[in-house]
Protein backbone atom coordinates (compact mmCIF):
# COMPACT_ATOMS: atom_id res chain seq x y z
CA UNK A 1 0.00 0.00 0.00
CA UNK A 2 2.30 2.83 -1.12
CA UNK A 3 2.03 6.11 0.57
CA UNK A 4 1.51 9.66 -0.13
CA UNK A 5 3.92 9.85 -3.46
CA UNK A 6 4.94 13.32 -4.38
CA UNK A 7 7.39 14.22 -7.27
CA UNK A 8 9.36 15.67 -8.36
CA UNK A 9 11.46 15.03 -4.93
CA UNK A 10 14.32 18.00 -6.30
CA UNK A 11 12.89 20.76 -8.63
CA UNK A 12 15.30 23.15 -10.05
CA UNK A 13 13.81 26.59 -11.46
CA UNK A 14 15.16 29.73 -12.83
CA UNK A 15 13.29 32.96 -11.76
CA UNK A 16 10.41 33.56 -14.27
CA UNK A 17 9.54 29.58 -14.95
CA UNK A 18 6.94 27.72 -13.92
CA UNK A 19 7.13 24.80 -11.24
CA UNK A 20 4.50 22.00 -11.19
CA UNK A 21 4.51 20.08 -7.83
CA UNK A 22 3.00 16.80 -7.58
CA UNK A 23 0.97 14.40 -4.87
CA UNK A 24 -0.97 10.96 -5.38
CA UNK A 25 -2.77 10.59 -2.18
CA UNK A 26 -2.64 7.53 -0.23
CA UNK A 27 -5.00 4.87 -1.71
CA UNK A 28 -8.60 5.37 -0.86
CA UNK A 29 -7.44 9.06 0.78
CA UNK A 30 -9.75 11.93 -0.77
CA UNK A 31 -8.78 14.81 1.12
CA UNK A 32 -5.46 16.30 0.24
CA UNK A 33 -3.60 19.38 1.90
CA UNK A 34 -0.58 21.42 0.90
CA UNK A 35 1.92 22.89 2.98
CA UNK A 36 5.47 25.07 2.73
CA UNK A 37 8.45 24.84 5.13
CA UNK A 38 10.74 27.60 4.15
CA UNK A 39 14.01 27.43 5.54
CA UNK A 40 14.85 26.63 9.37
CA UNK A 41 10.87 27.17 9.81
CA UNK A 42 7.84 25.57 10.82
CA UNK A 43 4.77 24.20 8.17
CA UNK A 44 2.52 26.53 6.39
CA UNK A 45 -0.86 25.70 5.54
CA UNK A 46 -1.93 26.50 1.88
CA UNK A 47 -4.77 24.58 0.41
CA UNK A 48 -7.27 21.79 1.43
CA UNK A 49 -8.72 20.19 -1.70
CA UNK A 50 -10.91 17.88 -2.12
CA UNK A 51 -11.16 15.74 -5.90
CA UNK A 52 -12.47 18.21 -8.39
CA UNK A 53 -13.02 21.30 -5.27
CA UNK A 54 -10.61 23.68 -3.51
CA UNK A 55 -12.54 23.70 0.17
CA UNK A 56 -9.78 25.72 1.86
CA UNK A 57 -7.10 28.18 0.02
CA UNK A 58 -6.66 30.56 2.41
CA UNK A 59 -3.44 29.71 2.81
CA UNK A 60 -2.54 30.17 -0.70
CA UNK A 61 -0.19 33.47 -1.67
CA UNK A 62 -2.89 35.86 -3.61
CA UNK A 63 -0.96 35.97 -7.02
CA UNK A 64 1.03 33.06 -8.51
CA UNK A 65 0.05 30.42 -6.86
CA UNK A 66 -3.36 27.50 -7.34
CA UNK A 67 -3.75 24.35 -7.04
CA UNK A 68 -6.09 21.30 -8.27
CA UNK A 69 -7.09 18.06 -7.65
CA UNK A 70 -9.06 16.77 -10.50
CA UNK A 71 -11.30 13.60 -11.25
CA UNK A 72 -8.23 11.37 -12.37
CA UNK A 73 -4.63 11.82 -11.60
CA UNK A 74 -2.27 13.73 -9.26
CA UNK A 75 -3.17 16.91 -7.21
CA UNK A 76 -0.92 19.47 -8.77
CA UNK A 77 0.53 22.75 -6.86
CA UNK A 78 1.42 25.78 -9.73
CA UNK A 79 3.71 28.25 -8.99
CA UNK A 80 4.02 30.50 -11.63
CA UNK A 81 7.24 33.37 -12.69
CA UNK A 82 8.79 31.64 -9.43
CA UNK A 83 11.25 34.17 -7.17
CA UNK A 84 13.98 33.43 -5.31
CA UNK A 85 11.57 33.65 -2.09
CA UNK A 86 9.47 30.43 -3.06
CA UNK A 87 12.68 28.29 -2.56
CA UNK A 88 11.45 25.72 -0.39
CA UNK A 89 9.97 22.38 0.91
CA UNK A 90 6.67 21.66 -0.30
CA UNK A 91 4.65 18.88 1.54
CA UNK A 92 1.74 16.95 0.84
CA UNK A 93 -1.11 15.56 2.74
CA UNK A 94 -3.60 13.47 2.25
CA UNK A 95 -6.40 11.68 5.08
CA UNK A 96 -9.20 9.23 4.95
CA UNK A 97 -11.90 11.29 6.67
CA UNK A 98 -10.13 15.04 7.37
CA UNK A 99 -8.19 16.21 10.11
CA UNK A 100 -9.85 15.08 12.94
CA UNK A 101 -7.19 11.64 13.01
CA UNK A 102 -4.48 13.54 11.59
CA UNK A 103 -2.60 13.18 8.02
CA UNK A 104 -0.23 11.12 6.38
CA UNK A 105 2.64 13.14 4.84
CA UNK A 106 4.47 12.71 1.43
CA UNK A 107 8.45 12.62 1.26
CA UNK A 108 8.37 16.45 0.08
CA UNK A 109 9.12 18.75 -3.06
CA UNK A 110 12.24 20.61 -2.57
CA UNK A 111 12.28 23.54 -4.70
CA UNK A 112 15.14 25.44 -5.42
CA UNK A 113 14.89 29.07 -7.81
CA UNK A 114 18.01 30.63 -9.18
CA UNK B 1 0.21 35.64 19.56
CA UNK B 2 0.40 32.06 17.16
CA UNK B 3 -1.76 29.58 17.16
CA UNK B 4 0.51 26.96 18.03
CA UNK B 5 3.61 27.80 20.37
CA UNK B 6 6.35 25.48 21.74
CA UNK B 7 9.53 26.27 22.87
CA UNK B 8 12.08 26.13 20.20
CA UNK B 9 14.93 24.21 22.14
CA UNK B 10 17.36 23.33 21.38
CA UNK B 11 17.15 20.36 23.98
CA UNK B 12 20.27 18.54 24.53
CA UNK B 13 19.89 15.51 26.58
CA UNK B 14 22.02 12.37 27.84
CA UNK B 15 21.15 8.80 26.72
CA UNK B 16 18.51 7.62 29.43
CA UNK B 17 17.11 11.32 30.21
CA UNK B 18 13.19 11.68 30.33
CA UNK B 19 12.84 15.09 29.15
CA UNK B 20 9.26 17.15 28.41
CA UNK B 21 8.01 19.56 25.68
CA UNK B 22 5.36 22.18 26.54
CA UNK B 23 2.77 23.34 23.72
CA UNK B 24 0.40 26.20 24.31
CA UNK B 25 -3.09 26.87 21.91
CA UNK B 26 -4.51 29.65 21.30
CA UNK B 27 -8.29 28.65 19.41
CA UNK B 28 -10.38 27.06 22.55
CA UNK B 29 -12.24 25.54 19.74
CA UNK B 30 -9.51 23.52 18.58
CA UNK B 31 -10.88 19.76 19.11
CA UNK B 32 -7.53 17.09 17.84
CA UNK B 33 -4.32 17.54 18.83
CA UNK B 34 -1.46 15.77 18.05
CA UNK B 35 2.15 15.11 18.20
CA UNK B 36 4.42 14.49 15.30
CA UNK B 37 8.55 14.54 14.43
CA UNK B 38 10.25 15.58 11.24
CA UNK B 39 13.71 13.76 11.34
CA UNK B 40 16.22 16.85 9.47
CA UNK B 41 14.83 17.48 5.72
CA UNK B 42 12.51 14.94 5.97
CA UNK B 43 8.43 14.70 6.34
CA UNK B 44 6.50 15.04 9.76
CA UNK B 45 5.64 11.78 10.85
CA UNK B 46 2.30 11.02 13.22
CA UNK B 47 3.94 10.42 16.83
CA UNK B 48 0.84 10.44 18.95
CA UNK B 49 -2.66 11.99 18.95
CA UNK B 50 -3.37 13.39 22.41
CA UNK B 51 -6.54 12.81 24.01
CA UNK B 52 -8.23 14.17 26.91
CA UNK B 53 -7.54 11.57 29.77
CA UNK B 54 -3.85 11.53 28.51
CA UNK B 55 -2.13 8.76 26.61
CA UNK B 56 0.89 6.83 26.66
CA UNK B 57 2.73 4.65 24.28
CA UNK B 58 5.42 2.93 25.60
CA UNK B 59 8.22 5.18 26.57
CA UNK B 60 5.91 8.37 25.11
CA UNK B 61 3.23 9.78 27.14
CA UNK B 62 1.09 12.82 26.18
CA UNK B 63 -1.24 15.10 28.02
CA UNK B 64 -3.58 17.96 27.34
CA UNK B 65 -5.26 20.64 29.81
CA UNK B 66 -8.11 22.24 27.59
CA UNK B 67 -8.91 24.66 30.60
CA UNK B 68 -5.43 26.12 30.08
CA UNK B 69 -5.01 24.95 26.19
CA UNK B 70 -1.74 23.43 27.33
CA UNK B 71 -0.31 20.30 25.48
CA UNK B 72 2.63 18.00 26.79
CA UNK B 73 5.01 15.52 25.44
CA UNK B 74 7.25 13.39 28.27
CA UNK B 75 9.60 11.42 26.54
CA UNK B 76 11.64 8.28 28.94
CA UNK B 77 14.64 6.97 28.65
CA UNK B 78 15.87 9.19 26.04
CA UNK B 79 17.57 6.80 23.03
CA UNK B 80 20.02 8.41 20.45
CA UNK B 81 16.66 7.39 17.93
CA UNK B 82 14.83 10.36 19.29
CA UNK B 83 16.83 13.29 18.24
CA UNK B 84 13.93 14.91 16.16
CA UNK B 85 12.05 18.04 15.90
CA UNK B 86 9.18 17.34 17.98
CA UNK B 87 6.13 19.23 16.24
CA UNK B 88 2.30 20.31 18.48
CA UNK B 89 -0.34 20.05 16.23
CA UNK B 90 -3.65 21.18 16.45
CA UNK B 91 -7.48 20.75 14.88
CA UNK B 92 -9.06 24.48 14.03
CA UNK B 93 -12.46 24.33 15.64
CA UNK B 94 -13.85 24.05 11.91
CA UNK B 95 -11.66 20.44 11.43
CA UNK B 96 -10.88 21.94 7.49
CA UNK B 97 -6.96 21.73 8.68
CA UNK B 98 -3.92 21.09 10.84
CA UNK B 99 -1.91 24.17 12.45
CA UNK B 100 1.67 23.17 13.32
CA UNK B 101 4.11 24.36 15.84
CA UNK B 102 7.54 25.51 14.99
CA UNK B 103 8.60 22.75 16.60
CA UNK B 104 11.16 21.73 19.41
CA UNK B 105 14.26 20.56 18.43
CA UNK B 106 15.57 17.63 20.49
CA UNK B 107 19.40 15.85 20.51
CA UNK B 108 20.03 13.09 22.37
CA UNK B 109 23.89 12.35 23.13
CA UNK B 110 25.52 9.65 23.86
Known amino acids: NAGVMQNPRHLVRRRGQEARLRCSPM?????VYWYRQLPEEGLKFMVYLQKENIIDESGMPKERFSAEFPKEGPSILRIQQVVRGDSAAYFC????????????FGSGTRLTVV | RKEVEQDPGPFNVPEGATVAFNCTYS??????FFWYRQDCRKEPKLLMSVYSSGNEDGRFTAQLNRASQYISLLIRDSKLSDSATYLCVVNKGSARQLTFGSGTQLTVLP
Open chain 2, 27 to 32: NSASQS
Open chain 1, 27 to 31: KGHSH
Open chain 1, 93 to 104: ASSLQGADYGYT
